[in-house]
T-cell receptor, first 121, second 108 residues
């Protein structure tokens, strides 16, 4: 069965960096894009970025451009998200999600369990 | 514009019908997908391709769209449908992804 298993919660101080992971199993890793989505406390879902595990350049939300990097390791079926120069506003639960569909119909059919990143001095 | 606007909150009596909408210019070019989120849990896909349901999603969930507005309708709402619902599609210009503002559905 398809599973996306994320690494655990992280606590960082403002200005620091954090790197979290999302391990995929149960399907061909390079056949589906992986997204990162975050949700700050009491707020809605916010799209962070996307990577094609099969190759190509990741893409990021404009507001996080320059601070976020998404990478993947095809030998271990893991996608990583690194966020730098952390601010308190980055405190959120971060989810990875698998994209399915094609053309004008793209949707996230499987989600990781989420990882809380807390930024506090 | 890349914004997708939803009603902040709606309530529905148990067993009745509720419709929530998602409005945005990008909906002219992309099908919306809908996600249900309950406290402390990851979002769950409930509708995609305008009106398709993943396996395991009850048939009381319906989707439709017209122009720049997409709708999710729950007919015969159940207590377990109480959740936040988000629409999502891609921005027409950037082809990057955007979520709607979210709708809190309360079943009374």
């Amino acid at each position: 069965q398809v599973q996306l298993v994320q690494s655990g919660a992280e606590v960082r101080k403002p200005g620091a960096s954090v790197k979290i992971s999302c391990r995929a199993s149960g399907y061909t890793f390079t056949s589906y894009y992986i997204h990162w989505v975050r949700q700050a406390p009491g707020q809605g879902l916010e799209w962070v970025g996307i990577i094609n595990p099969g190759g190509g350049s990741p893409k990021y939300a404009q507001k996080l451009q320059g601070r976020v990097t998404v990478t993947r390791d095809t030998s271990t079926n893991v996608v990583y998200m690194e966020l730098r120069s952390l601010m308190s506003e980055d405190t959120a639960v971060y989810y990875c999600a698998r994209e399915a569909g094609e053309g004008a119909s793209r949707f996230f059919d499987y989600w990781g369990q989420g990882a809380l990143i807390s930024v506090s001095s | 514009s890349s914004e997708l606007t939803q009603e902040p909150a709606v309530s529905v009596a148990l067993g009745q019908t509720v419709r929530i909408t998602c409005r945005g210019d990008s909906l002219r070019d992309d099908y919306v997908s809908w996600y249900q989120e309950k406290p402390g849990r990851a979002p769950v896909l409930v509708l995609y391709g305008e009106d398709k349901r993943p396996s395991g999603i009850p048939d009381r969930f319906f989707g439709s769209s017209s122009g720049i507005t997409a709708s999710l309708t729950i007919t015969g709402a159940q207590a377990e449908d109480e959740a936040d619902y988000y629409c999502k599609c891609r921005d027409s210009r950037t082809r990057l992804y955007v979520f709607g503002t979210g709708t809190e559905v309360t079943v009374v």
